[in-house]
């Protein structure tokens, strides 16, 4: 099983970037798949997760208007659009699937639950 981000870096405040997450070795379809991150020193925060049922998405507060999640089953990659950066969303961004909890439960809390797939991260910089 693998997840493979890309796209992240550095970039100005209100600035955009956009973050891909291939995956292989499970049944992309299946699974509600999305993003968490980590700031150092801070809890880990679901950031956005799209349902495998209906393509539903859901979104942290503090990123809902800014950030736009999509999925490409046929290729197997989720996105994340990140528009109007600011400073506090620096941090690593990983791609994340599980097959038995909900996109809403994962945004909610995966402060702490463990999803059943992870990604080694790509890292987020957004300057002042």
């Known amino acids: 099983v693998q997840l493979v981000e890309s796209g992240g870096g550095l970039v100005q405040t209100g600035g955009s970037l956009r973050l891909s997450c291939v995956v292989s070795?499970?049944?992309?379809?299946?699974?509600?798949i999305g993003w968490f991150r980590q700031a150092p020193g801070k809890e880990r925060e679901g950031v956005s997760f799209?349902?495998?049922?209906?393509?539903?998405?859901y979104y942290a507060d503090s990123v809902r208007g800014r950030f736009t999640i999509s999925r490409d089953n046929a290729k197997k990659t989720v996105y994340l659009q990140m528009n109007s950066l600011k400073p506090d969303d620096t941090a690593v961004y990983y791609c994340?699937?599980?097959?038995?909890?909900?996109?809403?439960?994962?945004?909610?809390?995966?402060?702490?639950?463990?999803?059943?797939?992870r990604g080694q991260g790509t890292q987020v910089t957004v300057s002042n």
């Open positions: 994340a699937a599980d097959i038995t909890r909900t996109a809403s439960y994962l945004v909610g809390y995966l402060g702490s639950y463990e999803p059943d797939y």
């Open positions: 070795g499970f049944s992309f379809a299946d699974d509600a």
């Open positions: 799209i349902s495998n049922y209906n393509g539903a998405a």
